[in-house]
């Protein structure tokens, strides 16, 4: 995003609204720092060749967010 960092939306995107899971789907590699990647909930590399992967990332989104829902209520 070139007017704001990634990392900087998803905090304000907090602020507005917790609930709101933040998935970074990105051409980074699996070594990426979790300095780099902890205020995302998840990450997908690009491209998206694996339907099943997707599939996947998509059920684990929808656990988090549930998770999320009965913790805050």
């Given at each position: 995003m070139p007017s704001i960092p990634g990392n900087q939306l998803t905090e304000k995107i907090r602020r507005v609204d917790p609930s709101i899971l933040n998935i970074l789907v990105s051409g980074w590699e699996r070594r990426t720092s979790y300095k780099q990647?902890?205020?995302?909930?998840?990450?997908?590399?690009?491209?998206?060749e694996n339907l099943e992967e997707l599939h996947q990332m998509i059920g684990d989104a929808l656990r988090i967010r549930e998770r999320r829902h009965r913790t805050t209520g």
């Open positions: 990647l902890r205020h995302f909930d998840l990450h997908m590399l690009k491209p998206i």
